[in-house]
């Protein structure tokens, strides 16, 4: 075995993942702990030990995944996605990078790529895009048309929530949400009794119709990649059967030649 597959094998042991598991855990606790004052005044120092430390065990991760994988290590865009992060933390943190030492809190992200099951979640919502961009378009337009009809309506009643188109779709939003949208229904509804029917609607609509699009749209998508991946681990176990199946066939044809050639130097 070659030192590059030894090397291979050591970092996709389940328990140098663990290990990495751990680390950025850690990791995220001290970091965690920077934010406290008097945390900070008291163990600075060894806080800022700890987050060398991971940072290095990071930097060595990197580095032999890179070595184990060459230019494979680049086509995977999770391996890309862990480089990133690990080189923001690298960025000087003084100066006029100074803002980049919050961002070593990135580090965190790292346990997307590392676990399976929030790979596979991130996977789907990222899969789920598309969807959800016409969703969003078609929800932009139910609140544009939304707030030229309230602006119209309910500008002189309540000109504090739709007086001007902005205010409109600003208010709409907040319906949409649920949040404070019966003071804005009673300040309506106190000179136009009927304007209920514009707010119940529009709820109808928004809420309980074009967002759980967005929810039915994630389900998909995360439902297609888990049937993706148990048809990806269904073909492998085939790949593994038929290969198990032509090496015993292999086996019995030389038994079988064997055979044939014992039984003719068999003496008569």
Do not use: C
């Not at 100074?98 to 590392?114: D, E, G, H, Q, Y």
């Not at 929530?161 to 600003?170: A, V």
């Amino acid at each position: 075995m070659s030192m590059r597959e030894r090397v291979l094998r050591f970092v996709e042991h389940s328990a140098f993942q663990r290990f990495i598991i751990a680390v950025i855990i850690a990791n995220a606790a001290t970091l965690g702990l920077e934010t406290s004052f008097s945390t900070e005044t008291r163990t600075g120092e060894l806080l800022f030990v700890a987050d060398r430390v991971a940072l290095t065990i990071f930097v060595i991760e990197l580095a032999l995944r890179l070595y184990a994988h060459r230019w494979r290590f680049f086509r995977d865009p999770w391996s890309v996605f862990d480089l990133v992060i690990v080189l923001i933390a690298l960025v000087p943190v003084s100066g006029p990078f100074a803002v980049m030492r919050a961002l070593r809190i990135l580090r965190v992200l790292r346990l997307i790529s590392v676990v399976p099951s929030m790979r596979r979640v991130v996977t789907g919502l990222l899969k789920a895009i598309p969807g959800m961009a016409s969703i969003a378009a078609l929800l932009a337009l139910i609140i544009y048309v939304s707030g030229v009809i309230a602006t119209k309506l309910f500008g002189d009643i309540a000109p504090e929530y739709f007086g001007n188109l902005g205010q409109s779709l600003f208010a709409l939003f907040q319906v949409m949400t649920g949040e404070g949208w019966p003071d804005m229904a009673d300040a309506v509804m106190a000179e136009a009794p009927l304007a209920w029917i514009f707010f119940v609607g529009y709820i109808l609509v928004s809420s309980f119709a074009v967002l759980n699009l967005f929810i039915a749209v994630v389900v998909s998508a995360m439902e297609e990649q888990v049937t993706e991946e148990a048809r990806q681990e269904e073909n492998v176990h085939a790949a593994e059967h038929t290969a198990q199946n032509e090496q015993i066939l292999t086996e019995l044809r030389e038994l079988r030649a064997e055979l044939a050639e014992l039984r003719v130097r068999r003496p008569n």
